[in-house]
């Protein structure tokens, strides 16, 4: 379902759209750019790449909007530069970071290791990388200062992944959703009900090879995104979701809330990713969590290293969940499992998932 | 060790009571939670322009730091996640801060149809100050200009008091690693 085609004029823009969005918040902040780039470079010594990213690069800076900035390299001497947290400029908030391009090159070739499981197997495993995801899209999307941007030609991998993990997000939300309408909660139903929304908008962003990783933004990037350009399943799914994204909005009473619910099982993943995946989701034990007997029923104990004991008890019912027999719970037992997810006592595993 | 605060490190804000931390730690906690994090979704809610739909996505965003600052101050363990977090509080209020899942609702426009940008930004400035305003004394402007300088000076007044009961801070060095 990826917009190949989309994103291979993307690459093949080779940075200039993200240059051209620079140039334009420079012009409207009324700041010179090379006077700009010659403070922030000043204290490096050494092979550099600079990259503007982030809202900047995005075109989605504001009056106020820092003016984020990654700087690659190998060398040791630049990485080895003190850089100030509260840096300024002009009156805006600087941020610089040094990132290493050998690392970045790690994460990616990691990221093609999983898709290609993912597309034999329709199964990948949730892998930590090197560096931070929110770095590693940035650089992807940055705005270089001077020349063509090096990791652009990964923007296919990076938007197929993050299609991956998004949909994946869609998934466990509208499952939490489901509980919350059943243990009574319909307030936090429409707060589930917006976040798997935000995470339905992401995939088709990401299909689209418009990937960004703080989320704040998913709902204004939604609103520019050009559905002019898409076709097929894209554009059907486009249309889906904005449709769903208002309803749930407009959610005033708790009717309205409740069925939050439904409006997103009418979105089924399916939708977003036709695709013959398997597409469940059920409850596991949280990270560091442990079962046992010895602990008075509903008691929590959870130790200074963050470990959880739980009886097994509580676990019973909420571990019997899965997508399809949340309406066999009662409201109580609802109430409970709801609260041990939003705790982290149970985490919502999407079936894709190989938990290793 | 998980002290009472005496009445020489609690003060209550104007029309509100007062906010009773069991420990050094979790008013520390729920400060850094309140001035580094609720402080920076503020002045994102500040700096918008004007766009419903970026203030729409921080609305979930203010509800989840406000419920963080709330649940550090109760030594409770943080939620699984910023989505969980606002979930929490839509349903829970904040009981720390004494403000009910009604008030936060309503406040935050959840109850009515979506209002206009304008709307929006002043009901989450209102719902942040509301929370900000019950934390005694006064709280750093982290992103600020001298935002480095005022943390540090937190900082130091946090050390002297803990060293005073005993407490480690120690963990606050890492905080600072990652501003």
């Not at chain 2, 209102?126 to 402007?141: C, D």
Request: proline residues 4%.
């Amino acid at each position: 379902m990826i917009a190949a085609d989309l994103i291979a004029r993307r690459v093949a823009s080779g940075g200039e759209v993200a240059r051209g969005r620079t140039q334009a918040f420079f012009d409207a902040w009324g700041a010179d750019r090379q006077a700009f780039e010659t403070f922030l470079l000043r204290s490096f010594q050494g092979e550099l790449t600079p990259y503007y990213v982030s809202t900047v690069a995005r075109g989605l800076a504001s009056s106020t909007s820092d003016v984020d900035v990654i700087v690659v390299t190998d060398d040791p001497e630049v990485r080895r530069t003190p850089l100030s947290s509260m840096l300024f400029y002009a009156n805006r908030r600087v941020g610089a970071k040094v990132i290493s391009r050998s690392e970045i090159r790690s994460c990616l070739a990691l990221v093609g290791e999983q898709l290609q499981r993912w597309r034999a197997e329709g199964r990948c495993a949730d892998a930590p990388l090197p560096l931070k995801w929110v770095d590693l899209e940035r650089v992807v999307n940055g705005a270089t200062f001077v020349g063509e941007p090096e990791f652009l030609h990964a923007l296919p991998d990076i938007s197929l992944w993050t299609a991956v993990g998004s949909r994946r997000s869609f998934v466990g939300y509208r499952f939490c959703c489901a509980i919350a309408v059943r243990a009574g909660q319909v307030e936090a139903a429409r707060v589930y009900g917006e976040a798997a929304l935000a995470a339905a908008m992401d995939t088709v962003l990401a299909i689209c090879g418009d990937v960004q990783w703080n989320t704040k933004w998913t709902f204004e990037r939604w609103r520019r995104l050009p559905r002019a350009e898409l076709s097929g399943d894209a554009a059907e799914a486009a249309r889906s979701i904005t449709e769903a994204h208002a309803r749930i909005l407009a959610a005033a009473t708790s009717e309205a809330k409740a069925g939050v619910k439904d409006l997103l099982a009418s979105l089924g993943p399916e939708v977003l990713f036709p695709e013959p995946r398997r597409d469940g989701a059920r409850l596991k034990l949280g990270t560091d969590v442990a079962v046992h007997p010895f602990l008075p029923s509903a008691q929590i104990l959870q130790s200074d290293a963050g470990a959880t004991v739980l009886h097994p008890a509580d676990l019973a019912a909420g571990l019997a969940v899965a997508s399809a027999e949340i309406e066999r719970l009662t409201p109580e037992t609802a109430r409970t499992t709801l609260e041990l997810i939003q705790r982290g006592y149970l985490r919502v595993s999407h079936e894709d998932l190989v938990d290793e | 060790m998980n002290d009472p605060v005496t009445p020489a490190e609690r003060s209550v804000a104007a029309g509100a009571g007062p906010v009773f931390a069991r420990s050094m730690l979790e008013l520390v906690e729920g400060y850094w939670a309140a001035f580094v994090h609720l402080q920076n979704c503020l002045e994102d809610v500040a700096g918008s322009d004007g766009r419903l739909d970026y203030l729409q996505a921080l609305r979930l965003k203010v509800l989840a730091e406000v419920e963080a600052v709330d649940s550090a101050l109760a030594g409770s363990a943080a939620a699984a996640d910023q989505v969980h977090a606002a979930a929490r509080a839509v349903e829970q209020g904040l009981p720390t801060l004494q403000v009910s899942a009604g008030v936060l609702c309503e406040r935050l426009l959840l109850q009515a149809a979506p209002g206009t940008a304008g709307d929006l930004e002043a009901a989450l400035i209102e719902v942040g100050e509301l929370v900000l305003g019950q934390l005694a004394g006064e709280l750093p402007a982290a992103q600020g200009r001298s935002g480095q300088r005022e943390i540090i000076r937190a900082l130091r007044l946090w050390s002297s008091a803990a060293e005073v009961r005993g407490h480690d801070l120690g963990f606050l060095g890492a905080r600072l690693q990652d501003l």
